[in-house]
């Protein structure tokens, strides 16, 4: 049987997965899995998350969080490798070869690290700085060719590609592929307090998590800032908020947006908010379910990290050693 082409994606423990990570990514993610076509690594960026202000007696917890956050929205560890970055020592160790060849003017560039800069003045870290070398490493090792993503990862893959290049010049061959990102149709979720920003965890009241109960998502979509007109119309630039709601009923229903649009074209802005409210709350009530079977016992999710985790660590540590032969550090 040929194998199949790899794909890889990760997302970092540090607080609980909105709707914009759900339709940006791990819907995709899942929806990848099942069609069959890749051979699958989804991970837990917990090396990457440690770049961010936290408590280190916390993070064990959004680590097993995240684990049952993967597995409740349908990622199966018979189908998929789903590991945890930091028990795959390959990736530190690839990280560090490729930082001695990334251009300091292109890391730079990235507005990740420009706006995390400024969000978290008192704590710039040089980890925060070289964030997607890492990143590069976490897919180049696996011989990737997509990364599913949202559209603020981007950036991140365009400088994995380069990286992949500048080492395969520099070093001969072709160690390493250039991969592809992968977008869904709503790779920009945004906020439902200001719709001119994307929803982000470090603005908690801005997001729908997956695992609000349904009174607070009703409370929430209730308070959505949209506009003072009246007619339902989907219109991004002159209608961000209500544009932006419309988005995430189409993409839980498999229609487009406009189509929502037109078939609430009598409604008000309160009955469709209502229609919202409860297809959010039905959509993500079996996720609800499963993640509080399955983090009920911790134990379990453990195991399915250090499970997968050796899997990956096969893959990685051949690569591994083909780039120290290359690089000069093995015979
Ligand atoms: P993070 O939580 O930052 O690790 O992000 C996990 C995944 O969710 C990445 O693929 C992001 O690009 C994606 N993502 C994060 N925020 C959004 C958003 N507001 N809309 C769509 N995708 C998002
Ligand atoms: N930087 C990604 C994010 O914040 C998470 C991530 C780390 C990732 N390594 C990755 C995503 C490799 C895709 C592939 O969302």
Redesign the pocket.
């Known amino acids: 049987m040929a194998t199949k082409p790899i794909l890889v ?4 423990p ?2 609980r ?2 709707i ?2 759900y ?4 819907k995709n993610f899942v929806e990848l899995q099942d069609f069959g076509d890749y051979q699958c690594y989804f991970f837990i ?1 917990d090396l ?2 440690m770049t961010e202000p936290y408590e280190p007696s916390e993070k064990r917890r959004q680590i097993i969080n995240l684990t049952a956050d993967f597995l409740a929205a349908g990622i199966d560890p018979k189908k998929s490798v789903v590991f945890l970055q930091s028990l795959v020592p390959a990736h530190s160790e690839l990280a560090w070869i490729l930082n001695t060849i990334t251009p300091m003017g292109e890391l730079e560039r990235m507005t990740q690290f420009k706006d995390k800069s400024a969000r978290q003045e008192a704590n710039v870290n040089a980890g925060l700085f070289t964030y997607p070398v890492l990143m590069a490493a976490d897919i180049l090792l696996y011989g990737t060719r997509v990364v ?6 981007l950036q991140h893959l365009e400088l994995t590609r380069t990286v992949a290049r500048k080492f395969n010049t520099r070093f001969g061959g072709t160690t390493f592929m250039e991969p592809k990102g992968l977008l ?1 149709k ?6 439902l307090k200001d719709p001119s920003k ?4 470090s603005q908690p009241e801005s997001c729908l998590f997956l695992d609000d109960e349904p009174e607070e998502i009703a409370a929430k979509i209730a308070r959505a800032v949209t506009d003072s007109d009246t007619k339902i119309a989907y219109d991004p630039e002159k209608k961000p908020g209500l544009s932006n709601l419309l988005e995430i009923y189409a993409a839980l229903t498999h229609l487009e947006p406009e189509a929502v649009a037109k078939e609430f074209s009598g409604a008000t802005y309160a009955e469709f908010k209502k229609k919202l409210t409860s297809l959010v709350s039905s959509y993500f009530a079996e996720f609800r379910a499963n993640k509080k079977k399955l983090m009920a016992k911790p134990n379990t999710l453990i195991k399915v990290l250090e499970s997968g985790s050796k899997k990956a660590a096969k893959v990685a540590d051949v690569k591994m050693a083909e780039v120290k032969k290359k690089v000069g550090l093995r015979a």
Do not use: E, I
């Not at 709503?186 to 906020?191: C, I």
């Open positions: 994606s990760g997302m970092q540090s607080g997965l909105h914009g990570n339709l940006g990514a791990l960026a990457h998350s599913p993503v949202g559209d603020d990862q869904t709503t790779p920009r979720v945004m906020s994307k929803m982000s965890k």
